[in-house]
């Protein structure tokens, strides 16, 4: 995006900076480069054959969901004790990535289970887990939709990411907890050599994408606010 | 409200959720978090077992599968080293279902002592490995066509 398109700066509110057109190249290429790595060099698994290369982007995604998960309770904790409205717009930017990567794991993940289990869905601890973690998350950003008053607004999402965030651990640790029928963390160590740079590799790429994504949205609520501001201002009639 | 109404506010819905989450942690609800029974906890249920949803996980008993593609009808054991349990399933099981794998069925078990299910779930380990010299990966969407099960 190029400077001529951005509102110019109020008084109050401090200018904001154009974004790097360089990020989403390198997290696009970074994605690209992973993804071929991990077909070109990964023989098929013994018992799934290729549906082994879901683990590429079901994993990576499901990791930097988490990571995503954990910026929106930083930046609610943060909005909470200093009042700053920009911690409660990162949180709002990463729980946007955190839904959509959310949802990305549990699509690959149903994918990949209709052949390896059999069904699409169960209500295991792991899915179930996963499952509000999801819906929590679509509320949180559906809250923020429906109220208008940006205080009270920030307070209740803060809230709501605490809340979805401490799900976190439980999501991660239902494996080990509970009885599931998806099986433990797949991590490097658990997976043969020939797989395990592909997953790394993969969370990396996923890693700087997650990056990019927040601080686009976060760039986007920004300018938002801004001209929610602006709007305020005029229907009250003041200059 | 006052700001320091506010912060005991927030602090009683920070102890709320604390406290659940610890509850949930080490407290009883793990405990009846039961995905499936393991055959010998199905054995220790004695009476209250039977003819109820359940469902029940372990291991293909070896040697126990019998799958015939006519009729579309499967009979295996469910083991867990101590207890198996015979189940009986009128559907083709997954492409990954073998002798040794972990299993979780769904349905309800039936005097004398079968297992009626109706859906049978393979529980895949998290270890990805691939084959072996001389090994074939599987071929899933053709073995499928093939030879479902064993």
């Known amino acids: 995006m190029t400077q001529t398109t951005e509102s ?44 082994q290369k879901i683990m590429y982007v079901h994993v990576p995604a499901a990791w930097n969901a988490f990571l995503a998960f954990v910026v929106v309770f930083g930046g609610s904790i943060l909005y909470l004790w200093k009042r700053d409205e920009r911690w409660d717009l990162l949180a709002a930017a990463a729980a946007e990535v955190a839904a959509v990567l959310t949802a990305l794991t549990i699509a690959l993940g149903s994918i990949w289970g209709r052949p ?124 | 409200m006052s700001t320091r109404g506010r912060r005991a506010g927030i602090a009683v819905a920070a102890a709320v959720i604390l406290g659940t989450f610890a509850y949930l942690v080490y407290g009883g609800i793990g405990e009846n978090l039961v995905y499936f029974l393991t055959p010998q906890e199905l054995a220790a249920r004695g009476d209250r077992a039977y003819d109820v949803p359940l469902r029940l996980g372990g291991q293909v008993e070896p040697g126990s599968v019998v799958w015939n593609a006519q009729a579309v009808d499967l009979k295996f054991r469910i083991t867990d080293g101590a207890h198996s349990v015979a189940v009986h399933s009128s559907g083709a099981p997954p492409q990954m279902f073998r002798d040794g794998i972990g299993v979780v069925v769904e349905g309800r078990y039936h005097r004398p002592g079968v297992f009626e299910s109706t859906s049978v779930m393979v529980k895949h380990s998290n270890e990805y490995r691939a084959p072996k010299e001389g090994e074939k990966p599987a071929e899933m969407y053709r073995s499928l066509q093939t030879d479902a099960g064993t």
């Open chain 1, 8 to 51: 110019p700066p109020t008084r109050e509110t401090p200018a904001v900076a154009p974004m790097s057109a360089l990020w989403p190249v390198i997290a696009l290429l970074a994605l690209a480069a992973a993804q071929a790595f991990g077909f070109l060099t990964s023989p098929p698994d013994r018992d799934m054959g290729h549906l």
């Open chain 1, 116 to 239: 390896t289990w059999g069904v699409w869905w169960t209500w295991d601890p792991r899915l179930t887990s996963t499952a509000i973690l999801l819906v929590i998350i679509v509320g949180y950003l559906a809250l923020r939709s429906f109220v208008d008053e940006p205080e009270r607004r920030a307070r209740w999402s803060a809230a709501v990411g605490i809340l979805g965030a401490l799900n976190v651990p439980i999501v991660y640790m239902s494996v080990r907890w509970w009885r599931t029928l998806h099986q433990p963390q797949s991590l490097p160590s658990t997976v043969d050599p020939a797989y395990a740079w592909g997953l790394r590799l993969n969370a990396i790429a996923f890693l700087v994408l997650m990056i990019w994504l927040v601080r686009a949205r976060y760039r986007a609520a920004t300018l938002e606010r801004m001209r929610e501001r602006a709007d305020e201002r005029e229907a009250l009639g003041r200059p």
